[in-house]
């Protein structure tokens, strides 16, 4: 039987995907005695975090506006990893976080994060939530009327303010109306505030503080158009004796995960070959992460997040800032509104903050004859919205053996014929054996805990904190909410 494991060695070419590995994380994935003990200790999977990575890229993105002499906060989106040490740290270092549920928001609170550091932008609103929010002057993003009369109601009862953002829609970029369904239609702010906030009005509790979007897509330009057509609305405001005091442009603002823009173009069109059955597959049956056959056409495209991405971070922010409008760039716009600029980024804050390590529970082959590498964990303790999350796993084995290239797939504990942990099939240097380790690099953005599930009653994945001073490995304080 194990002889047929090794046997395994399909002739057929591999398309690498080689992650970017910052330091700390060779160094911890190169000692497998401490994750060895660590997993003894918590349980496999365990999520490891990293605190100087996360303020690094803070520095990073400040750097940006900075530059440029632009007044700025950023709100850590604390939706895309739910630890305590990132809001923590966001806060400490000057910075802020952006809650969407009692639970996020609660927390940052007993944190002591002060509340101008501290926005709520959750999409669906609870009366607690809101309570807990006016209670310690925590901004609300308002998103519809409903809700809007739910928080004045809230506030009234309270005998209390309430700090309100406007959240927008309704921007037009290269000709066509951008679609969301959240926010307050931009044509529609002056008469909202006008009519209904403050004194004697509708929502006589409102004090509104700023504006907000958040633009689904990684468009430099989008942001840029949404952001030159908000300047306009905030010196039309001001022109009615209404002042602005931030204006927040959300979230995604893209990274990079991988080392070489040839490997993932050349990944792209080996999928695109493999859908159209002219090569062996990459992927379990063939799965097209978004390509399909369609009456022998080839349909769609890769349905991923952009991993590889050459303008990221810092360099994405200053695209947006450095686009001009009539010879005048909109950084300087921006200087001349006299606001706070505000950014939610999850994801590219957490940019090498993170990684997933799982143990090896067993090898064995499919009806097919593939290679399937059981781990100790399951396939929602990585996973987002992605189809599939397209990094080569680090392979830590027990034993360094010869090299014998293997080709196989790694598969997880739910009870499923579709639980492949990667859909994409992986080649390993030497056959992995039970109790070798599998660690999955930068996963601290949504992919740990966003769609993690609790099926079979399994044990969610523990939340450790690497500190690479002492070289120790410690519970994030969420475990011990
Ligand atoms: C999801 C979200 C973010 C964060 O988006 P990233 O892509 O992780 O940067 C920020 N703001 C709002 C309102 C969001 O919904």
């Known amino acids: 039987m194990h002889n047929n494991l090794r046997n395994n060695k399909k002739s057929a070419d591999f398309y690498s995907l080689t992650p970017l590995i910052s330091t700390w994380i060779r160094g911890l ?14 349980g496999s999977p365990l999520n490891i975090h990293e605190k100087q990575s996360f303020l690094h890229n803070m520095d990073e993105m400040s750097a940006a506006f900075t530059k440029y002499d632009l007044d700025h906060r950023i709100f850590f989106a604390r939706k895309a990893n739910k630890c305590m040490l ?27 994060i002060k509340a101008e550091h501290i926005v709520c932008t959750a999409a669906v609103k609870t009366d607690r939530l809101i309570a807990l929010a006016i209670q ?14 739910r928080i004045q109601h809230i506030a009234e009862e309270l005998h209390r303010h309430v700090h309100i953002i406007v959240r927008l829609h309704g921007f037009v970029s290269d000709g066509k109306r951008l679609h969301t369904r959240f926010g307050f239609s931009i044509a529609d702010v002056p008469g909202l505030i006008d009519n209904t906030f403050g004194k004697g009005n509708i929502f006589s509790q409102f004090v509104y503080k700023g504006l907000h979007f958040h633009l689904n897509g990684y468009s430099t330009q989008e942001r840029a158009d949404a952001l030159w057509q908000c300047s306009e609305l905030i010196e039309q405001l001001t022109g009615r004796g ?14 990079n995960y991988l080392s070489s823009k040839e490997e993932w173009q050349e990944f792209d069109q080996a999928m695109q070959q493999a859908v159209r059955l002219e090569r062996e597959e990459l992927t379990i049956a063939n799965d097209g992460l978004g390509y399909q056959l369609i009456d022998g056409k080839l349909h769609g495209q890769l349905a991923v997040y952009p991993y590889y991405n050459e303008v990221n971070k810092a360099s994405f922010l200053e695209q947006i800032l450095t686009t001009a409008k009539d010879g005048m760039p909109l950084y300087e716009k921006l200087r001349s509104l ?31 004859g593939n ?22 796993p680090i392979h830590i084995p027990t034993e360094k053996a010869i090299e014998e290239p293997t080709q196989g797939y790694l598969v997880g504990a739910y009870c499923l014929e579709q ?9 390993f240097t030497q056959l992995p054996q039970v109790g070798d380790l599998f660690a999955f690099v930068n996963t601290a953005g949504y992919m740990m805990h966003f769609y993690e599930s609790e099926a079979h009653l399994f044990e969610l994945a523990k939340n450790l904190v690497y500190n690479i001073n002492d070289n120790t490995l410690i519970l994030d304080k969420l475990e011990e909410f």
């Open 371 to 392: 290679l399937l590498i059981g781990l100790e964990m399951n396939r929602t303790q990585l996973r987002s919205s992605s189809a599939d999350f397209l990094l080569d």
């Open 86 to 112: 990132f809001p923590q740290a966001a806060f400490e270092h000057g910075h802020g976080v952006d809650t969407a549920s009692y639970r996020e928001l609660k927390q940052c609170i007993d944190l002591g």
């Open 242 to 255: 209404i002042k602005t005091e931030s204006l927040d442009f959300g979230g995604g603002i893209v990274m």
């Open 338 to 368: 006299n606001i706070q600029l505000r950014i939610e980024p999850g994801r590219s804050l957490l940019d090498q903050c993170g990684i997933t390590v799982a143990r090896v529970s067993f090898r064995r082959l499919d009806t097919k």
């Open 29 to 42: 994935t190169d000692q497998k005695k401490g994750l060895d003990d660590a997993i003894m200790e918590h």
């Open 136 to 149: 310690h002057g925590v901004s609300l993003a308002i998103d519809n009327w409903d809700e809007c009369e």
């Open 419 to 427: 639980e492949f942990i990667l859909k994409r099939k992986l080649r």
